[in-house]
């Protein structure tokens, strides 16, 4: 690895690091602005052309705030918190690849923070770090309600980090049945999904060559048991138990404020906004999408993938946006119910289903050996 | 399927509620500082008091309206009008009026007790102040110019409407509904400022129009 090389990783990070920071500021706007609309109000738009800088000067506001430290907090934890909710929310951006990879003087650039080979199993492992962050501050706080909020996010966590990881399985399995071998890499699993479904069945080809690959389509279960889990994983309405402001006054931040405060924000946005693209990613088909080399300028094929990307990554957003403004909090035992009851074994029963499914198709019947 | 059913149904609600906000005429929300609504005709806002048109005052200091109002917030002194130059037509005038706006309560009794109308309410309702004793309004401020203006409390005021003092709520007695139905869309009630030249208010039909 050369000089060029070392560069270019550091301008990967330092992009990585750009697209989350700017997105959030953006996507805080967005979400208040759809949800204002879904409610029939104006929402913000006092703050530059409309209220686009409301974000900021938000952020502007908590930074000249007083970190206000309470008396009873356990102070190193308290403290350590949100920097332990904002690492892995940062960290958790980089597998995803968020653009097509190209060539620039000779050195191949990925658009991607870090092409890992275990990628999947790196994001169920940052989302359960984040958990961390949420109970060590409930717990620190040395007051009622955030400790509520902590307690209550260990267990949607546990709940639903399984149902999640159960889904991933089965498209990690899935996406093995095309190119050659299994991947973990969500780069390649991305790579998987181009072309459309013509490629599999070439007899059908006049429907599908206007279907495309994704994932969605073999594995529409795992995506809505995936969905409904990155839902309740960033703690988004209707599993917002943790920080349900009418019964715990913001759980588990409630006695931060200022900057402390302004971490947390960005932490839980950025996470959205990394579920959302994970999400896109493993199921609708990443960057992938039409580019037309070749008649489009090489520059604007070379961003098309990135477009598509963030087209898929904000339709997901923006069906998180409806469902908070649609549905009312779930209770706690509806919570469990529907993470233990529904959603594990429906993962796994689609899990087994799958895996006949490709078993079937990879080796034939088992009674009748190929 | 009782559930899902219900759940699709319900973001059809919000999905809808978004369009009719974002494409069709669903917000109602006005940009108030920036655009006004057009207010109602018998909006009760700020007082006025009146002059004829040839300049005298209206008020004969009678303290029929500190009688009516309930929430005792008038104040008025009479004073024989002075000999040679009287400053209304009748044998007194108010010399001294005065309404608390901290008390008011906008239900315009004063304006229905009055035999002369000389007290009547504009359409003007930003009235805020930084001081206690600014809301006490006195002839300064509550008495029309003899070219039928109205002062201003805070003339400066980029938001200022100076047109909302002179647009009265006079048409309350022809159409109450203990007046006569036959008032309506006859000129019987003498608006606010000016040559009391105003045109009648329109029928029920015509509103509804």
């Known amino acids: 690895m050369d000089g060029i090389d070392l560069l270019i990783v550091i301008a990967r990070v330092v992009v990585v690091f750009v697209i989350l920071l700017g997105t959030t500021v953006l996507n805080v706007w967005i979400e208040r602005k759809v949800l204002a609309k879904m409610q029939n109000r104006v929402g913000p738009n006092r703050a530059g052309p409309w209220g686009l800088l409301q974000t900021v000067a938000d952020g502007l506001k908590l930074f000249f705030k007083e970190s206000i430290t309470p008396r009873k907090v356990e102070y190193g934890i308290f403290v350590l918190a949100p920097f332990l909710a904002i690492i892995p929310a940062f960290l958790i951006f980089l597998v995803v690849p968020f653009g097509r990879p190209f060539t620039i003087g000779g050195h191949e650039v990925i658009l991607q923070g870090a092409d890992l080979n275990i990628g999947v199993l790196f994001i169920l492992a940052m989302s359960s770090l984040a958990v961390y962050a949420v109970v060590l501050a409930g717990w620190s706080s040395g007051s009622k309600y955030p400790l509520l909020g902590g307690v209550r996010a260990t267990a949607q966590a546990i709940s639903y980090e399984a149902a999640m990881g159960l889904a991933m399985v089965s498209v990690v399995m899935f996406s093995s049945t095309s190119g050659d071998g299994g991947t973990l890499s969500l780069a390649g699993i991305v790579e998987r999904q181009a072309g459309t479904f013509a490629d599999v069945f070439p007899n059908l080809s006049a429907i599908a060559q206007f279907i495309p690959r994704w994932n969605l389509i073999p594995q529409f279960v795992a995506f809505v048991i995936f969905f409904v889990a990155i839902t309740a994983e960033t703690n988004r309405s209707p599993f917002d138990l943790v920080e349900a402001e009418q019964e715990l006054v913001g759980g588990f931040h409630t006695e931060y404020g200022g900057m402390r405060f302004a971490m947390y924000q960005l932490a839980e946005y950025s996470n959205i906004f990394s579920m959302c693209a994970i999400c896109a990613s493993l199921f609708l088909g990443g960057w992938n999408g039409p580019t037309w080399d070749g008649s489009l300028p090489a520059f604007i094929s070379g961003v098309l993938p990135t477009f598509w990307l963030l087209v898929k990554t904000y339709a997901l957003f923006f069906v998180l946006i409806w469902l908070r403004a649609t549905l009312p909090r779930m209770r706690y035992d509806q919570l469990m119910q529907l993470g233990w009851k529904r959603l594990i074994p429906g993962a796994l029963v689609w899990l087994i289903l799958s895996t006949v499914v490709i078993g079937i198709r990879q080796f034939g019947l088992p009674w009748n050996p190929q | ?209």
């Open chain 2, 1 to 209: 399927m009782g559930a899902l059913g219900e759940f699709f149904k319900g973001l059809r609600v919000t999905g809808k509620v978004m369009v009719d906000t974002v494409v069709g005429d669903g917000l109602v929300t006005t940009q108030y500082p920036k655009e006004f609504r057009q207010k109602p005709q018998r909006f009760h806002g700020r007082h006025v008091l009146n002059r004829y048109p040839d300049g005298m005052e209206k008020c004969i200091g009678c303290e029929l309206c500190a009688g009516a109002c309930p929430a005792r917030c008038i104040y008025v002194r009479g004073l024989d009008n002075p000999p040679g130059q009287p400053v209304s037509p009748g044998e007194r005038f108010g010399f001294v009026y005065e309404i608390n706006m901290l008390r008011c309560i906008f239900c315009a009794l004063c304006v229905e007790a009055c035999p002369t109308e000389a007290i009547t309410m504009s359409s003007l309702f930003e009235m805020s102040t930084t001081n206690r004793d600014d809301a006490i309004y006195t002839k300064n401020e509550l008495l029309m110019r003899p070219d039928g203006s109205v002062p201003h409390m805070f003339p400066d005021d980029p938001l200022a409407q100076h047109s909302e003092l002179e647009t009265a709520d006079g048409w309350l007695r022809a159409t109450a509904p203990s007046g006569v139905a036959a008032y309506e869309g006859i000129k019987s009630w003498q608006g606010t400022p000016g040559s009391a030249n105003w045109d009648p208010e329109p029928t029920q039909d015509e509103i509804d129009q």
